[in-house]
């Protein structure tokens, strides 16, 4: 089974990555771009469980005690397969 | 409109960030852990546009231009709203 944890800076954080991807931008044309946020993707392949919710559970799990900084990121879980 | 841009290590290409979360999620005691790939996801909004094939179409451009280095990485571009 495969899932995908999604760690994005919390609303009201700065996000300097953000900032200097959306300064980057607007220098090579990109006028449309408004705010940009940068955050990480983790793809993990999990091996010997059978359920979808198990899955997700031990995603939750990775999330708080590795994956994300929860004073300052949020995070999502998702199976893709 | 808002898009979301996923940029990940290319298949085969070595992601020691994820070899590195890996490891850590194994000393923790996640013992279900198969492989890892960490990537970035880049979440923009984009003013001015009206159509969802234009804001992918300029997703597609920033990540070619600036998002992701295509010798070692691949994208997707998705709206999400």
Chains 1, 2 share one sequence.
Not at 30 to 52: C, I, M, P, Q
């Amino acid at each position: 089974m495969r899932i995908r944890v999604h760690v994005t800076p919390r609303k009201g954080v700065l996000d300097p990555q953000g900032q200097a991807v959306a300064h980057g931008l607007a220098q090579l044309g990109f006028d449309s771009v408004g705010e940009v946020r940068v955050g990480k993707v983790v793809d993990l392949v999990l091996d010997d469980l059978s359920s979808v919710e198990e899955a997700l559970e031990q995603g939750r799990a990775m999330a708080q005690k590795l994956l994300a900084n929860e004073v300052v990121e949020d995070f999502t879980v998702e199976v893709l397969d």
